[in-house]
């Protein structure tokens, strides 16, 4: 599969970054497929490492592709991380897919650190992966092709502890690139499973836009899955209509089938050894 420039719609002809007369340039290797992607890569200091974990959107890269079970929480917590065991809305996800989805290769729409591309690739799909934040791209990429065997993690304010990466490196298959998700830089009908990691919590107004594009980029009877916390940076309005409705019948908007959905999956991000974040996530799949 061929990554498509979004304003001509035709193959890009290089992805590497040379005497400045090529528009769509790398970072660290990593093509960046976007409208403007000088703008972007502006918004990575020169003078800091890169990829900084500050930068990525998460505490640490690891501890999301880790199940509660193994977070080893204190006390009548850590009791009940394991009762969960290995259900995340990630597992939920990916539980869709393996029942819903046709064969063919996945899409990650915003993969953060790739916890939801390990799950797509280890089902033996080809599988891409993007996200419009380079840092979060590059440890995505660096924890699970092998190019990055120790990160630091926070263990309480202030500390920090090296950790080995605990996955094998992942040789072919899988590909990464920093693009936008209102244009996803690849042709419609290209793929069997498309996910989108986060939805009416942090899109706003652009959801329905990347829900189109994400949309069109399946084939006939391909699979969409996405999860949602529902929350809203501003106040709701007086009888709105709960995010929940609103999620379905944006679903239906663009064409798609609901054909599952599991509501208050616990969603547990770990903030230090003894901090955690829990949320609880709308999964749905919607079938093209």
Same mark, same amino acid.
């Given at each position: 599969m061929e990554y498509i420039d979004p304003r001509t719609r035709l193959p890009f002809q290089s992805f590497q970054a040379g005497d400045g007369n090529v528009p769509y340039p790398t970072v660290d290797g990593i093509p960046v497929l976007t409208l403007e992607p000088r703008a972007l890569l502006a918004r990575i200091p020169r003078n800091s490492p890169f990829p900084d974990i500050k930068r990525s959107g998460v505490p640490d890269p690891i501890t999301p592709h880790l199940a509660a079970s193994m977070l080893g929480a204190p006390n009548g917590l850590g009791a009940w991380f394991k009762e969960l065991g290995d259900l995340t809305p990630e597992a939920v996800a990916a539980g869709f897919a393996a029942r819903h989805a046709p064969q063919g290769p996945a899409l990650d729409v915003l993969c953060g650190v790739g916890a939801m591309t390990r799950r797509m690739i280890a089902t033996g799909r080809e599988t891409w992966a993007f996200d419009n934040n380079p840092d979060a791209v590059a440890f995505a990429r660096g924890i699970l092709c092998g190019t990055l065997t120790q990160v630091l993690i926070p263990t309480h304010q202030g500390g920090l502890r090296r950790v080995r990466v605990p996955f094998r490196?992942?040789? @072919?298959?899988? &590909?990464?690139?920093? +693009? %936008?998700?209102?244009?996803?830089?690849?042709? =419609?009908?290209?793929?069997?499973?498309?996910h989108i990691n986060t939805g009416l919590d942090t899109m706003g107004d652009s959801f329905a836009d990347v829900l189109v594009a994400s949309a069109d980029l399946l084939v006939p009877g391909g699979t969409l899955t996405?999860?949602?916390?529902?929350?809203?940076?501003?106040? @709701?309005?007086? &009888?709105?209509i709960p +995010? %929940?409705?609103?999620?379905?019948?944006?679903? =239906?908007?663009v064409g798609l089938k609901l054909i599952d959905q599991k509501e208050r999956v616990p969603s547990i991000r770990r903030d230090f050894d003894r901090s955690f974040h829990i949320s609880l996530v709308h999964c749905v799949a919607a079938r093209k």
């Open positions: 490196p992942i040789t @072919q298959g899988l &590909n990464f690139c920093i +693009a %936008e998700p209102t244009t996803p830089p690849f042709p =419609s009908n290209s793929f069997a499973w498309v996405l999860s949602t916390t529902h929350s809203y940076h501003s106040a @709701q309005e007086e &009888n709105a +995010a %929940e409705e609103e999620l379905l019948e944006a679903v =239906s908007a």
